[in-house]
């Protein structure tokens, strides 16, 4: 009697043990193939700018809106182009932590740039009205009116410009700044 008793208790371990195994490979299995699909699949955010709850820009690791971008393209020449004497080196090393080449060739053009602002003494602004974003070539171009004022009672130097922001994207979807120039229309130097 003892040994069937021990012979019942062995199988039903057993049949116990073989449901736990077979429940532990099914939850394997499907913990793995969660694992691959979520790393298939792209992470969707939903930006919303402080103070502007119903500007709300989507943004995913591969495609950025060009919402987003024009957005990002306004705020760097607002960096670049609204400064005076006292704050351009302080914007050029703000704009060289979001740039591509930290010590290439933008870094020396911004420097040329802020020599004149300070040598001149010339505050300036600009003014953004269109933008025309193309993500093939990731470049954004940015018209709008730029304002020189050279101080004192002189009349600020207004003019049509045309910038051509550029942009790069690196691990994780981060996108740094590749260049700035400005478009000149053909004729002019």
């Not at 490979?25 to 930006?47: D, I, P, Q, R, Y």
């Not at 740039?113 to 974003?133: C, G, H, L, M, R």
């Not at 045309?162 to 229309?185: P, Q």
Request: hydrophobic share 40%; glycine share 6%; proline share 2%.
């Amino acid at each position: 009697m003892n040994f069937n008793y021990t012979k019942q208790t062995l199988a039903s371990a057993l049949r116990k043990r073989d449901l736990a195994l077979w429940g532990f490979v099914v939850s394997t299995v499907t913990n793995a193939a969660l694992v691959f699909k979520l790393m298939g699949t792209e992470e969707h955010w939903v930006l919303m700018p402080q103070y502007q709850d119903e500007h709300r820009l989507e943004v995913t690791r591969s495609k950025y809106s060009d919402e987003y971008l024009i957005d990002w393209a306004a705020g760097i020449l607002n960096v670049i182009l609204c400064a005076n004497a006292d704050s351009i080196d302080w914007k050029i090393s703000q704009l060289l932590k979001i740039s591509l080449h930290n010590y290439g060739p933008l870094k020396e053009q911004l420097k040329e740039e802020a020599k004149k602002i300070k040598q001149d003494k010339i505050s300036t602004v600009f003014y953004p009205n269109s933008f025309k974003v193309n993500q093939a070539k990731r470049t954004i171009e940015v018209t709008g009116e730029h304002s020189a004022y050279f101080g004192g009672d002189k009349a600020p130097v207004v003019s049509k410009k045309t910038f051509e922001v550029s942009w790069a994207v690196r691990s994780h979807g981060v996108i740094l700044l590749e260049g700035v120039k400005e478009l000149k229309k053909q004729g002019e130097q």
